[in-house]
Structures are given as C-alpha cells and as structure tokens.
C-alpha cells in the first residue's frame, strides 16, 4: 500500500473500508494487454459491498484471462478530505492504482439518491466529469443497474449505459474494449463499435429536443446509432454464471452473507413497481442449482447465514422444498436461512417459522394500500382476510412484532384510504392482543412516497407535492397515535428529489453538477442530505424541478426513456394504466396466462418456472 | 484435559486496521471453513465459543494474540493449529498452541500486562536512551486519556512497567487488562509524536505465575 495513504489511514473512521487484503479479493497482475475495468459502487463500502449485482459481475470478468475487476467505493467525508489534503487519487482496492488508470470505470446505479455520489467518484479518480471533455487514454465510463433503464440525468457524464442484466453483455463490451486497445482506436470509435452491442447505449450519440414549453419531444440518434435500445436479459439463471466464492468483507457490511438469487423477475404486475417490469419475465432457478451454489459459498466464506434473496422470494414454485432441505442439511452447522422478502399470506408465514427458530425480528408485509379499491388501483393482490390470516399466524407462531409497509401519495388517494392504513393496523394490533400472551404485541407502520417512476403504468401520474405528503403524514400520525403502534414516515424532501432524477432529463446535468460542486453527496444520509443545497443548484440553473415531479404528463407526449425498453411495451403500459384508473386487477400471467406485456415476443425468452408445488 | 484450545496468533500488517469485532468475526467464519468441531452455546442463537484476551485496538498489529476454543471433542492444538492456518486470511497466523486442563481461568481474567514496540516513521528528534531515563525518573505522568464519557486527565506512571530503547524502537511494558490499561499510543503522545506517526505492535500478553514472574498465556497452561 502507498506509504502516504498508511499515514493517513490511522486518521479516518473505520480505515478497514479502504485496505484491501479481504478474504477472496482477486490481484492480478496488470498485463499490458488484459482490460482493466474497476467496479464502482457510488456509496460507501459497506452498502457496496452488499451488492449481489457486482459480486457476479465481479467474478464474471475475473474468470477471464485478458481482463482484471476491482472494485471501488465512495470514501466516507474525512477520507475524503484527507486525500484531498495529500493530493492523493482516489484507488480501487485491489491494485491501489486511480480510477483514471483502467480502462473502464463501471458503476452501478441502484438509486437516484446516489448520483451526486456517482460524480465524486469521477472528481475523486481524477477523471473528466462529461465523456465530452474525455481524452484518448481516459477510462471509458460505463454504467448499469436499474436506474440505468432511465439514465437520462446522467447521460453527459456517462460514456455508455448497459441496459438489462449484464452476464452476458459484459463479455461482449469487453471484447471490444480490448479489441479497441489493441487496435489503438479512437475514443469515438470505440464509441461507435460499442454502440453496436445490443442492449448497449450510447447518450453522445443522440441529441435531446425541447417543444417551446421547455419539454422534452425527441430524443434523435445519430452515427448510425439505434432508435431503440432493448435490455438484455439471461434466459436460463441455471446455465449462468455465478460466483463460487464472494470477498468476505471484515467490516460488518449490509447483506453480509451468503446470497443466492432464487429467480429473477416478478409477474405479479404490481402497477407502482418498476423492477417488476424491469426485470420480467420470472426464471427460477433449481433446486439443485441453488442448492450447489449455497454449498460452495458456505465452504469458502464461512458464513453462518444464508439468504435466498430476489423480488419475492416466496413465489418460487419449489420453495418449501428448498427451505425444508437446506434446513435439514444446515441447521447442525450453525448456519440460518433467511428469505429476503415475505408475501401477505398464511403460507409464507409457515415458511418464516420453519427458518427463523429464534423470533427475534418482527415480521414484515407490505399491504402497501389502506383499501381493497386502491390495491386493484396498484394491481396489489392482497385481500384484507390475506393479511389477518398472516399476522393470526405469525401472533400465534411467536413473533410479537409486525411490520406493515404502506405507501402514501398513490395515484387515485382519499382520505379513505388513509383511513384504510389506520383501520388495518389497528386491526392488526387487536389480533396480537387475541393471540399473544403475556408478552405485548406492537404493529411498526412505515410508510413510504410514493414516486412515479419510468417503465411504469404510472409513468404519465403526476407525484404528490410535499406539503400534500406531509398533511397526510400528519394525518396518519395523528390517527395513529396510541400504545403499541408506531410509524415512521420517509423524508418528503428526499421523496421529492427521487422524482426529480426517476423521470428526468438530461438537462438536470448542469443541476447535479451545480450541487456536488455546493457540496452535495451522500444524497440517501440524512444526516448528509443538504436538500438546501440542491433547491440553489436548481435556482442556479435556472431548472425548475417541480415539473420533473408533480405535473401530470399528457397520455400524447414522449418520454426522456422511450428509447430503452424492458421489452414492456408503451402500450401495455397505458392499457394497464387504463385498467388501474377503473380500479381493475391484472392477473398475474405465471398462473392466468398472458396479459400481453410482450416481454416474452420481444426478447424471445418466457416465463421459466421450476413447476414445484406451484402455488399462487 | 478439557476439550479446550489454547492458541497463539499474529495479527499482520494486511489486517492491521480491523476492529477487535471485525477479527471475531474472522476467525469465527474461518473455524466454519475449517469444519474443526467447535462447540456452540445453548440457545436459540447459538455462538462458538470463542474467548479472547483483552482487545487489540484498530491500527495495531500483533505477534501474540491469544483465544481459547472449546471444542465438541478432543482435537490436539497441532491440529487446530493447521487447520485454521490453511484457512485464515493474509495476516493472520496461529504460531503456538496447547491443550487446555480442565477449569482453566479465562484469558481475560489472568492476563495483566503487555509489551509493546513503537516504532517512528519519521526520524525523531529526541534521544531514546535519555527519554527512556526521563520518562522512568518522572514521578507523574500525564496524558489526556479519550474514554467514552469524554476526555479525562490521568496519570499513567503506574501502569508503566518497563520502558526500553533499540534499533530506533521503544519497546514498552505495562498494564494491560480490564482494571488497569495502558494504551501505547498515551506514551508516544508523551514523546509528542502524532499516532499517526507511529507503528505499534504488541509483542506479547503478560501472565504473573506464581513467584510474580510474568510468564506468557501459553506458558500457563504447559506448565500444567
Ligand atoms: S409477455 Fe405475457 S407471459 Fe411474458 S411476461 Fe409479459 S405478460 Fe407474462
């Protein structure tokens, strides 16, 4: 390690996130030929070191022979300062060479509240922000992940933008990276070849056009780049790749276990959500996949926990199996399962008691609305008998607490349905009283924003103001108030900018810029978020950022993100936004055929279903 | 003999920085990938049962830790020895081990001092051997002390025992446990050397047998 940087590492919180030396970290030599890439998780190390995403990734590229991954993370606040101070660059882990050194620079975009993050890297690394101030020799800038499917905010700052999964997509970049090396091409050819990959975006090649109302119309290609960029997709996870061993961190990091993803994709169809229509259709994976991968990390980690995570866990077809086995073949090792998310009914509840002898958590379920007419509206399928019968369940099975998940500010909300929320956790309260004994019971209410986002039936929904949310916040707070319930609200300020980036243009790069410059970063720390800051960088640019969240957009007019598709057509999208507005469900196409989405046709993939016990 | 290990390990430049959570952590996922029988605690959350000697602080290395394991069955300290060596992460490394007797009192409660080596990484200005004389002739010695509830003002002669200089090194030994501790960093403060500026290793755990020699942690138990 650079002797400067041991100086300085005595000095900051928690040095060990900037050390290096974890168990299973990949060195490799730096073969002049091989594509160097960093992975670049914008926060700090120990929210990226959770992400399942780039520890695939990351093993993906490493098995190559003509390519190395690293990876690094944003330093927190005093790390910062210090390299600053001692002029030094920001490094990856593995080799401890800047970030201006790779050949590629990949980050991962998971939520819009880190791309001031995203753009202190590039500061930190000593790279030029904009890919039109980049230079031959400069690292290509790449990025992924799910906010990718609207990377419009970041598209002056982004060389390209991989659309959809990236096991496949990442050998075909990296093929024409190293092809490019060799051949020393231009930047903009190498642009240009890239551009070619399906599923890959190019944002200098298209141009953005504005009616005389400052909205967007048009989005025009240019080099030959395509109208439409459609995502890629893996169309059997038991064929692909996944790691064997992943870098076991020493700092106690988010998800710090073994993760298995059990499928991808979710057809349930919820109207609010958008990786359930960013990520269809649903593939699961088989038992005996799952069950080789799990035994392979656990020998090589050492962790004495599992978690078979993905959209909802639950709706794998074999999953009682599953847990009944991999109890059976752990539980003497001292080794637990978890499951990473819980449906509203009776049978996942029997699925949490198998796995979870000790009750030490509550339970939670996210009905996400207050009524039966407002969950049709979200294409929710939860029944109000549904949630009693769970938490009946879980009361009697021991937990004593249950958390419920609810949204706030969905499109069509009365004051109604608020009272539906109340109506529902008082409820839920009551029958812990009937089915608990000494111990008390108590109900955790979180509610959420709701925030329309691209790819979505909602995508046309104007969101609530702030002073809108907060009236019903203190609604809720208000009706809620009594023993043995509380709530927690999220940041309406927060919620707000998450608008702002979820559906916006590129014409908020002069606004991210602006406020890293002010100072922003660490965007989703309250205790970092200077919501201050932003609202002069928007006054500054003169953007006004209440039409990127409450306007409601014309069912007519194009979107900054039209040109990527999930394979979802616009059109199911308003069909499904049609059906949501008459306070009609959707059925979920796993089990009632297709609905017509045609993520199937267009992607020529479908749902891929292990056929267990099948149960809905 | 109980089914109890003793062990010796290094703790090494790579992992100089970790928490003393962060090497339990470490060395409990690395007793799972040595499949060796470690014993659990009853409950419903059961724990290996693992027991350390008073916590090393972050940036510090060490060549003598120790921990004690109890084992399901009787497992010889060679074999416990080799088994976590294959598996253990850079840095770290069991050099000595031994059987425990039966009701063997706790690391934590037999060990009473330590030694240390501070060694500078910039040339210092000050001559080692008159400071050695200095500091050990001084009849106070007082350093602003970081403790939970804030900065409190202490003396810390007394829990200096023995204080050497050699090879550009000052080699300390004093208290070490939880009634009374003596952190190194609190000497170098003394010398007016920043911490970062010094590199600092533990070189041994201190043990008073039964004549109040100070004997090491192993040596305890094979004598027995
Ligand atoms: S195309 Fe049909 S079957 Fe395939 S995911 Fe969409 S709705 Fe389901």
Redesign the interface.
Same mark, same amino acid.
């Given at each position: 390690m650079d002797e400067r940087l041991l100086? !300085?590492? #005595? %000095?900051v919180s928690k #040095?060990?996130r900037y *050390? $290096? $030396? %974890?168990?299973h970290a990949v060195h490799k030599d730096w073969e002049p030929l091989a594509v160097r890439m960093v992975l670049a998780f914008p926060d700090l190390y120990e929210i990226g070191m959770g992400n399942l995403g780039l520890k695939i990734i990351y093993h993906i590229i490493n098995e190559r022979v003509d390519a190395v991954a690293e990876r690094v993370y944003l330093p927190w606040i005093d790390m910062q300062d210090k390299l600053r101070a001692a002029k030094l660059p920001l490094t990856s882990l593995e080799s401890g060479q800047a970030l201006s050194k790779f050949d590629v620079v990949g980050f991962t975009l998971q939520y819009e509240m880190s791309y001031s993050n995203l753009i202190k890297m590039l500061d930190l690394g000593g790279i030029a922000r904009k890919t039109m101030d980049r230079r031959e020799g400069d690292p290509l800038v790449i990025a992924g992940g799910p906010c990718g499917f609207n990377p419009e905010p970041l598209a002056d700052f982004l060389d390209c933008v991989v659309i959809g999964e990236g096991e496949e997509i990442i050998h075909e970049v990296l093929d024409v990276v190293k092809k490019c090396k060799l051949q020393q091409c231009a930047r903009h050819d190498l642009l240009a070849q890239l551009a070619l990959i399906p599923g890959i975006y190019v944002p200098s090649f298209y141009e953005a056009t504005y009616d005389k109302k400052g909205h967007f119309t048009s989005l025009e290609p240019m080099n030959n780049a395509p109208r439409v960029i459609t995502k890629r997709v893996v169309a059997d996870l038991d064929t692909a790749e996944y790691p064997e061993k992943f870098v =076991?961190p +020493?700092?106690?990091v988010v998800h710090d276990r073994v993760m298995v993803e059990v499928l991808r994709g979710c057809t349930r169809g919820c109207r609010f959500c958008q990786a359930g229509m960013l990520y269809r259709p649903v593939r699961e994976r088989s038992v005996e996949t799952l069950k080789k991968q799990i035994a392979s990390l =656990?020998?090589? *980690?050492? +962790?004495?926990e599992v978690s078979l995570s993905s959209l909802s866990t639950g709706d794998h077809t074999c999953v009682g199996n599953l847990v009944s086995e991999l109890v059976a073949d752990y539980e003497g090792?001292? !080794?637990g399962l978890s499951l990473s998310s819980l449906r509203v009914d009776s049978f996942s509840v029997k699925l949490a008691e198998e796995i979870q /002898?000790?009750r /030490?958590t509550g339970l939670t379920f996210a009905p996400e609305a207050g009524t039966q007419r407002l969950r049709n509206v979200i294409n929710k399928n939860v029944r109000e008998e549904d949630l009693y019968q769970a938490v009946t369940g879980a009361f009697k099975a021991g937990w004593h607490q249950v958390k419920l998940y609810f949204m706030i500010g969905l499109p069509t909300e009365t004051t109604d349905d608020l009272d539906g929320i109340v109506t529902l956790a008082q409820n839920v309260l009551k029958i812990g009283k009937e089915n608990r004994g000494a111990k008390r019971p108590s109900v955790a209410v979180s509610v959420a924003s709701f925030v329309p986002k691209s790819h979505t039936p909602f995508q046309w929904e104007g969101q609530d103001s702030q002073e809108q949310l907060l009236e019903k916040q203190a609604y809720l707070r208000k009706k809620l108030a009594r023993p043995g319930i509380t709530l927690q609200c999220h940041d309406v300020k927060t919620s707000f900018l998450e608008g702002v980036f979820a559906r916006g243009d590129r014409r908020l790069a002069e606004v991210l810029a602006r406020a890293v410059d002010l100072g922003c970063q660490f965007d989703g720390w309250s205790e970092c978020f200077r919501y201050d800051l932003w609202m002069q960088a928007f006054a500054e640019c003169q953007v006004n950022p209440d039409v990127y969240v409450t306007r409601k957009r014309t069912s007519e007019e194009s979107f900054p993100w039209d040109h990527i598709t999930s394979g979802v057509t616009r059109v199911f999208l308003a069909k499904e936004r049609n059906t949501a507005l008459a306070q009609e469900r959707t059925e979920d196409c796993r089990f009632h055929g297709c609905s017509g989405c045609a993520v199937c046709t267009t992607l020529s993939v479908e749902n891929r279903l292990q056929r267990g016990e099948q149960h809905e | 003999m109980s089914n109890g290990v003793r062990l010796r390990f290094s703790k090494g430049d790579p992992v100089r920085f970790l928490s003393h959570l962060d090497v339990l952590r470490t060395i409990e996922r690395a007793i799972r990938r040595s499949k060796l029988p470690i014993a659990y605690s009853e409950g419903f959350h059961p724990k290996q049962k693992i027991a350390f000697a008073h916590a090393l602080p972050v940036g510090v290395t060490s060549k003598a830790e120790y921990m004690d394991l109890q084992m399901n069955k009787s497992v010889s300290g060679i074999e416990v020895q080799e088994a976590l060596n294959t598996v253990l992460p850079p840095g770290f490394r069991i050099s000595d081990s031994a059987m425990l007797p039966e009701r063997t009192a706790s690391l934590m409660s037999i060990v009473k001092a330590a030694t240390y080596r501070l060694a500078f990484l910039k040339t210092v200005s000050f001559n080692g051997e008159e400071v050695v004389k200095q500091l050990l002739a001084a009849e106070q010695l007082m350093v602003d002390r970081q403790t939970k509830k804030g900065i409190r003002r202490l003396d810390i002669r007394p829990m200096v025992y023995v204080l050497q200089w050699s090879d550009n090194c000052l080699y300390v030994q004093g208290a070490c446990g939880s009634e009374q501790n003596l952190r190194p960093t609190e000497i170098s403060s003394l010398l007016t050397v920043a911490a970062s500026d010094v590199l600092v290793e533990r070189i041994e755990l201190l043990v008073p047998d039964v004549n109040g020699k100070w004997v090491t942690p192993l040596d305890v138990v094979k004598e027995l």
């Amino acid at each position: 390690m650079d002797e400067r940087l041991l100086q !300085i590492l #005595p %000095e900051v919180s928690k #040095p060990a996130r900037y *050390t $290096n $030396n %974890e168990l299973h970290a990949v060195h490799k030599d730096w073969e002049p030929l091989a594509v160097r890439m960093v992975l670049a998780f914008p926060d700090l190390y120990e929210i990226g070191m959770g992400n399942l995403g780039l520890k695939i990734i990351y093993h993906i590229i490493n098995e190559r022979v003509d390519a190395v991954a690293e990876r690094v993370y944003l330093p927190w606040i005093d790390m910062q300062d210090k390299l600053r101070a001692a002029k030094l660059p920001l490094t990856s882990l593995e080799s401890g060479q800047a970030l201006s050194k790779f050949d590629v620079v990949g980050f991962t975009l998971q939520y819009e509240m880190s791309y001031s993050n995203l753009i202190k890297m590039l500061d930190l690394g000593g790279i030029a922000r904009k890919t039109m101030d980049r230079r031959e020799g400069d690292p290509l800038v790449i990025a992924g992940g799910p906010c990718g499917f609207n990377p419009e905010p970041l598209a002056d700052f982004l060389d390209c933008v991989v659309i959809g999964e990236g096991e496949e997509i990442i050998h075909e970049v990296l093929d024409v990276v190293k092809k490019c090396k060799l051949q020393q091409c231009a930047r903009h050819d190498l642009l240009a070849q890239l551009a070619l990959i399906p599923g890959i975006y190019v944002p200098s090649f298209y141009e953005a056009t504005y009616d005389k109302k400052g909205h967007f119309t048009s989005l025009e290609p240019m080099n030959n780049a395509p109208r439409v960029i459609t995502k890629r997709v893996v169309a059997d996870l038991d064929t692909a790749e996944y790691p064997e061993k992943f870098v =076991v961190p +020493y700092l106690d990091v988010v998800h710090d276990r073994v993760m298995v993803e059990v499928l991808r994709g979710c057809t349930r169809g919820c109207r609010f959500c958008q990786a359930g229509m960013l990520y269809r259709p649903v593939r699961e994976r088989s038992v005996e996949t799952l069950k080789k991968q799990i035994a392979s990390l =656990v020998k090589h *980690t050492g +962790y004495g926990e599992v978690s078979l995570s993905s959209l909802s866990t639950g709706d794998h077809t074999c999953v009682g199996n599953l847990v009944s086995e991999l109890v059976a073949d752990y539980e003497g090792q001292g !080794i637990g399962l978890s499951l990473s998310s819980l449906r509203v009914d009776s049978f996942s509840v029997k699925l949490a008691e198998e796995i979870q /002898k000790f009750r /030490k958590t509550g339970l939670t379920f996210a009905p996400e609305a207050g009524t039966q007419r407002l969950r049709n509206v979200i294409n929710k399928n939860v029944r109000e008998e549904d949630l009693y019968q769970a938490v009946t369940g879980a009361f009697k099975a021991g937990w004593h607490q249950v958390k419920l998940y609810f949204m706030i500010g969905l499109p069509t909300e009365t004051t109604d349905d608020l009272d539906g929320i109340v109506t529902l956790a008082q409820n839920v309260l009551k029958i812990g009283k009937e089915n608990r004994g000494a111990k008390r019971p108590s109900v955790a209410v979180s509610v959420a924003s709701f925030v329309p986002k691209s790819h979505t039936p909602f995508q046309w929904e104007g969101q609530d103001s702030q002073e809108q949310l907060l009236e019903k916040q203190a609604y809720l707070r208000k009706k809620l108030a009594r023993p043995g319930i509380t709530l927690q609200c999220h940041d309406v300020k927060t919620s707000f900018l998450e608008g702002v980036f979820a559906r916006g243009d590129r014409r908020l790069a002069e606004v991210l810029a602006r406020a890293v410059d002010l100072g922003c970063q660490f965007d989703g720390w309250s205790e970092c978020f200077r919501y201050d800051l932003w609202m002069q960088a928007f006054a500054e640019c003169q953007v006004n950022p209440d039409v990127y969240v409450t306007r409601k957009r014309t069912s007519e007019e194009s979107f900054p993100w039209d040109h990527i598709t999930s394979g979802v057509t616009r059109v199911f999208l308003a069909k499904e936004r049609n059906t949501a507005l008459a306070q009609e469900r959707t059925e979920d196409c796993r089990f009632h055929g297709c609905s017509g989405c045609a993520v199937c046709t267009t992607l020529s993939v479908e749902n891929r279903l292990q056929r267990g016990e099948q149960h809905e | 003999m109980s089914n109890g290990v003793r062990l010796r390990f290094s703790k090494g430049d790579p992992v100089r920085f970790l928490s003393h959570l962060d090497v339990l952590r470490t060395i409990e996922r690395a007793i799972r990938r040595s499949k060796l029988p470690i014993a659990y605690s009853e409950g419903f959350h059961p724990k290996q049962k693992i027991a350390f000697a008073h916590a090393l602080p972050v940036g510090v290395t060490s060549k003598a830790e120790y921990m004690d394991l109890q084992m399901n069955k009787s497992v010889s300290g060679i074999e416990v020895q080799e088994a976590l060596n294959t598996v253990l992460p850079p840095g770290f490394r069991i050099s000595d081990s031994a059987m425990l007797p039966e009701r063997t009192a706790s690391l934590m409660s037999i060990v009473k001092a330590a030694t240390y080596r501070l060694a500078f990484l910039k040339t210092v200005s000050f001559n080692g051997e008159e400071v050695v004389k200095q500091l050990l002739a001084a009849e106070q010695l007082m350093v602003d002390r970081q403790t939970k509830k804030g900065i409190r003002r202490l003396d810390i002669r007394p829990m200096v025992y023995v204080l050497q200089w050699s090879d550009n090194c000052l080699y300390v030994q004093g208290a070490c446990g939880s009634e009374q501790n003596l952190r190194p960093t609190e000497i170098s403060s003394l010398l007016t050397v920043a911490a970062s500026d010094v590199l600092v290793e533990r070189i041994e755990l201190l043990v008073p047998d039964v004549n109040g020699k100070w004997v090491t942690p192993l040596d305890v138990v094979k004598e027995l």
